[in-house]
């Protein structure tokens, strides 16, 4: 009987039971079988069947590492090279950590920045009533904290607050609240900017002082008043009137010890629709405070209402014709319109500010030397730029889009009146913008050109256009801000004299600034009305920095007369400084910030209807 299996190395091995040759027979021819079957290649295993314990190979160690098998030589000169490598990484590191070397600190801020700090700090010294402990201006303290309370046929009793307007201690409502709406108007579009210039806190408490202040001018809680405050203190000097006020007196605010008389109307439009605007703009400022947002606007409301119920303009029975003559209130109309649309979203005042008459009573077809000329008294120019952005941003489309349209082509064609390369506006050797046409105190209206320049510009990179076609030209968007630049750094020294318009900004600056705090040295004495002329009167420096005051500017001619007693050259006013602070801010910091597109808009409704749902699915 055979039988037979596998030769383990592959080769067939066979036994029979009956072969009776000796073991060493039987030893041989398994010899002779194992030198044939090692003829072929033999795995490990194999091998060490066959190899001694001393003959045996090596065998390779691995390490499972789970989703992969590797050498274990491989593995622990990996770990080791990593190990080593976070050695000396680690050594170097610490090296370097503790030599000492050069720290290269943060680019210092640009000069629109830094003239933007002083800047601001020019409504701090012209806030009267009490002051907060923050004010920081040392020579300033608690003024005219009565007013409104003696004064006589008054029915405002509770006026203390708000801000002196120039270098007097009058109150003046009308330019007073253009200024806070160039505030708010600048805060709206370049939040950013003034946080990063550490400001946002500041300005926006600026703004407060002043709405706080207008809310006390009428009856903030009605839906419909008859009269409001318009004015705190008195100047006309006019016929020889020796009465003391604060024109005839020279004191320190803080000393006024005669009667602060207040006037008051009850038609007067454009005072009315000027101070909605700048409660409608300040609520959006402060729309993170929604009760104090809601009762702005509610403020507004009732203030516009009462400016289209009751027709009038605000200066045409007061002394304030002398100083601040209101020439119109069909502008205030659209710029108060549009304010409070954007604070409300309401429609009815956005068809009310794109009414075709409104604007042709406003003068937008009409031209003339002053058009394109924003200030305290035209806000045309501000309206048209601030609806144009309604159009490029959102584009509500009929039936708008006609007014808007027109007052998008005549924004451009304002523009290009602002270049040089056109001749609408004289300039001075020095390069100054004659927005005025050779008036005195140029300064205010350059401020206000600069920032609706830079800030439409910016609206067009927002929207994706590169410039805009001055007739058959088209001119990029660096060309208005390279005119914005050129004028504000005229204002901060860069003219032929050399002179910084801005107190406090560089060396060269006015020492005698028309300004009575500023003027008279804070000291036990207590200058009587005429006691104070010495000081008005005097050649030596101010005793105070009126700190970021911009005065009124030089001549058509360059010159400057650094004088007291001219207030042409050397008298600041909110107004002014409100569009500085503007221009300012628009240009300084990073330009890739830009504007903010959608704050303004956060009470505009969707511009078109919601669309309506799909049917419901068809059954049989």
């Known amino acids: 009987m055979s039988m037979y299996g596998r030769d383990p190395w592959g080769g067939p091995l066979e036994i029979n039971a009956a072969d009776s040759a000796t073991d060493d027979d039987r030893s041989r021819n398994l010899q002779d079988l194992d030198r044939a079957a090692l003829s072929r290649p033999l795995d490990e295993t194999q091998q060490s069947w066959l190899l001694g314990p001393t003959e045996q190979k090596k065998k390779k160690k691995y390490v499972d590492l789970g989703c992969i098998i590797v050498s274990r030589k491989i593995f622990v000169w990996t770990v080791g090279t990593l190990l080593v490598s976070g050695f000396l990484a680690g050594f170097i590191t ?3 950590k503790t030599v000492p070397r050069h720290h290269h600190s943060k680019s210092p801020p640009d000069n629109y920045t830094l003239a933007l700090h002083k800047a601001l700090m020019f409504f701090n010294a012209q806030r009267s009533g009490k002051l907060p402990k923050h004010n920081n201006v040392s020579w300033r303290g608690n003024s005219c904290v009565n007013d409104g309370k003696s004064a006589t046929g008054t029915i405002f009793k509770d006026l203390a607050g708000g801000y002196y307007d120039a270098g007097d201690a009058i109150k003046f409502n009308f330019p007073a609240s253009f200024a806070m709406t160039m505030l708010s108007w600048s805060v709206i579009e370049y939040s950013a900017k003034y946080e990063a210039a550490g400001e946002l806190n500041h300005v926006k408490d600026i703004i407060k002082w002043g709405t706080d202040y207008f809310l006390k001018c009428f009856n903030h809680t009605a839906d419909t008043i008859n009269t409001i405050a318009a004015q705190v203190g008195s100047g006309d000097t006019s016929g020889g009137n020796t009465s003391p006020n604060d024109h005839y007196c020279w004191m320190r605010p803080e000393d006024i010890d005669y009667p602060r008389s207040v006037t008051q109307c009850s038609s007067c439009s454009d005072l009315a629709a000027e101070m909605a605007a700048a409660l409608a703009s300040a609520s959006i400022v402060f729309k993170d405070n929604k009760a104090y947002s809601q009762k702005l606007v509610h403020g507004a409301k009732t203030l516009f209402k009462f400016a289209r119920g009751q027709r009038g303009r605000y200066s045409s029975s007061t002394e304030a014709a002398l100083f601040y003559n209101s020439t119109s209130y069909w502008d205030e109309f659209i710029w108060g319109g549009a304010w409070l649309y954007y604070a409300t979203g309401n429609n009815t005042y956005l068809q009310l500010a794109t009414t075709r008459g409104l604007a042709k009573h406003a003068g937008a077809f009409s031209g ?3 058009y394109g000329v924003l200030s305290w008294d035209n806000k045309l120019t501000g309206a048209q730029v601030l609806l144009s952005r309604l159009r490029l941003f959102l584009s509500p489309g009929y039936p708008y889009e006609e007014i808007l349209r027109t007052f998008h082509n005549q924004t451009s064609i304002i523009m290009c009146s602002y270049l040089p390369i056109f001749t609408s506006f004289n300039r001075t050797k020095g390069g100054l913008i004659q927005l005025n046409h050779g008036a005195p105190q140029p300064l205010q209206y350059v401020v206000n050109a600069a920032f609706l320049a830079t800030l439409f510009s910016d609206y067009l990179e927002a929207a994706d256009t590169p410039g805009w076609y001055c007739g058959p030209n088209f001119y990029s968007t660096d060309v208005l801000r390279e005119f914005a ?8 020294g860069k ?11 560089g060396n060269h600056y006015p020492r005698h600034v028309h300004h009575r705090g500023a003027s008279i040295r804070k000291d036990k004495i207590k200058y009587n009305c005429k006691g104070g002329w010495k ?4 050649s030596k420096p101010n005793p105070n920095t009126l700190v970021g005051a911009m005065v009124a500017g030089p001549d058509k001619h360059d010159g400057f007369h650094d004088v007291r007693t001219n207030y ?6 909110l107004a002014g400084n409100a569009g500085l602070v503007a221009a300012l801010v628009a240009l300084s910091g990073d330009r890739t910030t830009g504007i903010d597109k959608n704050t303004i808009f956060s009470a505009v409704p969707p511009m078109f209807p919601t669309p309506p749902p799909p049917p419901a699915p068809w059954k049989p």
């Open 368 to 370: 003339g030397p002053y």
């Open 535 to 538: 000081w008005r009167d005097s």
């Open 94 to 96: 610490l090296i370097v």
């Open 485 to 492: 630049k050129t004028q504000v750094d005229y204002i901060l």
């Open 495 to 505: 003219n032929p004299r050399k002179m910084s318009y801005v107190v406090g900004f």
């Open 568 to 573: 042409n050259y050397t008298e600041p006013t």
